[in-house]
């Protein structure tokens, strides 16, 4: 492995603009590493090695040329396929959308492209990101890392299991329900859910749209904050978008690691920790050593009560399916994506095409959503289900702000266990489900989450996650916090978490082949 993959994104964007080392050096170095690790891990759905070195290419003569470039110029980048990419193959993890090329990037991706990072493909997903384990993908699951025995954690799992196997020093996620946070926390990497609007949704193959929220998968904090600022921002192409109250994440990041964190009060989230949420021991000692840093560090410890997140998460599997029955509506054999024809039908109807596109088109997870969805939305029904779902919806809200008044910064486990061994979760939804208990309030709220390494969390040497939450449109105090926590976590571990991860050697990869 080149020791340029081992490198952060900040260090390599200093590597490049002093001109140490090329766009196209850094850029083979990963495309190595992806040829080396890929067919074991399975990131990638689709890898882009030519337009990554011409564009790579193109970044060194710019600069050679002595434009003004971004930050982040010339660094490589994992893109969940989630992000519709002109002239890159966007699937969502689905059959639906095999073999389809977009006409247009999202305006993340067009943001990435003025930023002239350098996409190097696209990550494996959930298929439309329903899942915690990247197992629903039509294309076959993602391995962790850590232990390619075990899920990378999902929807994201591609992009966090790429940063985790230094296939990629940067990537993108999506997260409706906890799809960045729960697989940074099983993969030890950093992973955050920015306000809903503070990245445009415009090009992101929708889920749930008042869920949905593009956000920045990295191995530290101050990368997550480098590539947060060029995600976000407002964008005319989508009417959630925010006008303004974009706050300086990566001053944030700056000051946390420098300045720490005194003075600042932390609430922990009672219904979140421990108690009947299946938490394993090892995620909840962790969570508590790093609450014992940051009261050395100065923070306050409070404990705050939020008696609704006991109801987040049936109302979330209300209102996610309804808004996904209806996103997936689209996908009807007739405008783009799969059309099957019904077997042994002699000139078959357009509803007979739909019907035998979606059965044979979408997975069984799928399906399950889209029945659960048209269900609780159906007349007589809907107020029963969907209607109630969203005054729980309303009174989480509350639970935040009376939080918010008594602490800066909320705290909890990211998800309740460490990643489990493939197949576990598979013959069991609700389960699965239960990863995302500590994640889905946040998007239920609209705030922003951010998720990063707590430590090793059980006997197999298994990492775990701490999540910090902040009010809308304060997703600085995130960074700040999240810096200074990182700073002394790594301080205490003597390096990087994933310094402990096994190294990826042929035997291990040969042997999952
Ligand atoms: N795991 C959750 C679900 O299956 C969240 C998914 C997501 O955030 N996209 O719905």
Redesign the pocket.
Known sequence: MSELTRRTAADLAQLLSSGEVSAVEVTQAHLDRITEVDAGVHSFLHVATESALADAAAVDAARAAGEDLGPLAGVPIAVKDVMTTQGLPTTAGSKMLEGWVPPYDATVVRKLREGRLVMLGKTNM?EF????STEHSAYGPTRNPWDLNRIPG??GGGSAAALAAFEAPLATG??????IR?PASVTGTVGVKPTYGAVSRYGLIA?ASSLDQGGPCARTVLDAALLHEVMAGPDPLDSTSLTGGYPDVVAAARAGAKDGIAGLKIGVIRELHGGEGGYQAGVLARFDESLALLTKAGAEIVEVSCPSFTAALPAYYLI?PSEASSNLAKFDAMRYGLRVGPQGVEGPSAEQVMAATRAAGFGDEVKRRIILGTYALSSGYYDAYYGSAQKVRTLIQRDFAAAFAQADVLVSPTAPTTAFPLGAKLDDPLSM?L??VATIPANLAGIPGMSLPSGLADEDGLPAGIQLLAPAQADDRLYRVGAALESLLVESWGGQILDKAPVLDAKTLEAIR
């Open positions: 959930d990101a329903m899942g915690s999902g929807s999506t997260d409706t329900g906890g799809s729960q889920m996610m489900y990863q995302d």
